[in-house]
Antibody
Framework: QVQLVQSGAEVKKPGASVKVSCKAS????????ISWVRQAPGQGLEWMGW????????NYAQKLQGRVTMTTDTSTSTAYMELRSLRSDDTAVYYC???????????????WGQGTLVTVSS | DIQMTQSPSSVSASVGDRVTITCRAS??????LAWYQQKPGKAPKLLIY???SLQSGVPSRFSGSGSGTDFTLTISSLQPEDFATYYC?????????FGPGTKVDIK
């Protein structure tokens, strides 16, 4: 079965960087891209971007361009999301997710990691 | 970018009630729409994809309809485990966008 297991909670100071990992199992890693979605406390879901695990192509949300980098390591079936110049409003739970394997579903996110809480505080 | 709106933002209902949530896209997205359920402290769970297809393992009291710009999620008979927040998501193109959510709580 498809599983996405994320790294543990992080506490960072403003201006620092954080790198969250997402280890995939149960499918051929290079056959699907990984999206990253975040959720600030008490708020809705915000898509951050997507990376192809096949060729490393990325598509980032415009508001995060220049601060976010998504990468993959195909040897370990792991995706990474690095966010730089952290601010207090980056405090959120960060999720990795994979689309459903049904063509008619488009970019529907059928599989989610458990989430990683990133707290930005001085 | 395609903007998604939902109504209502919250609804109070009782066990056994029929609940309907509406989602609207700022431009036509055919049937490229998904619905998710999220409970506190948990990742979102996919309920419906392609506007009306029930994800495997999801109870049949959940149903989705619509196409183009207007979509509906219906819970035919609300159960205690259905109290949660529901989000729609357009699955047509990047950037992926979500509705603001609808919280279903106990009346």
């Amino acid at each position: 079965q498809v599983q996405l297991v994320q790294s543990g909670a992080e506490v960072k100071k403003p201006g620092a960087s954080v790198k969250v990992s997402c280890k995939a199992s149960g499918y051929t890693f290079t056959s699907y891209g990984i999206s990253w979605v975040r959720q600030a406390p008490g708020q809705g879901l915000e898509w951050m971007g997507w990376i192809s695990a096949y060729n490393g192509n990325t598509n980032y949300a415009q508001k995060l361009q220049g601060r976010v980098t998504m990468t993959t390591d195909t040897s370990t079936s792991t995706a990474y999301m690095e966010l730089r110049s952290l601010r207090s409003d980056d405090t959120a739970v960060y999720y990795c997710a994979r689309r459903l394997q049904i063509a008619a579903a488009g970019t529907t996110l059928g599989y989610w990691g458990q989430g990683t809480l990133v707290t930005v505080s001085s | 970018d395609i903007q998604m709106t939902q109504s209502p933002s919250s609804v109070s209902a009782s066990v056994g009630d029929r609940v309907t949530i509406t989602c609207r896209a700022s431009q036509g997205i055919s049937s490229w729409l998904a619905w998710y359920q999220q409970k506190p402290g948990k990742a979102p769970k996919l309920l419906i994809y392609a506007a009306s297809s029930l994800q495997s393992g999801v109870p049949s009291r959940f149903s989705g309809s619509g196409s183009g710009t207007d979509f509906t999620l219906t819970i035919s008979s609300l159960q205690p485990e259905d109290f949660a927040t529901y989000y729609c998501q357009q699955a047509n193109s990047f950037p992926i966008t979500f509705g603001p959510g609808t919280k279903v709580d106990i009346k």
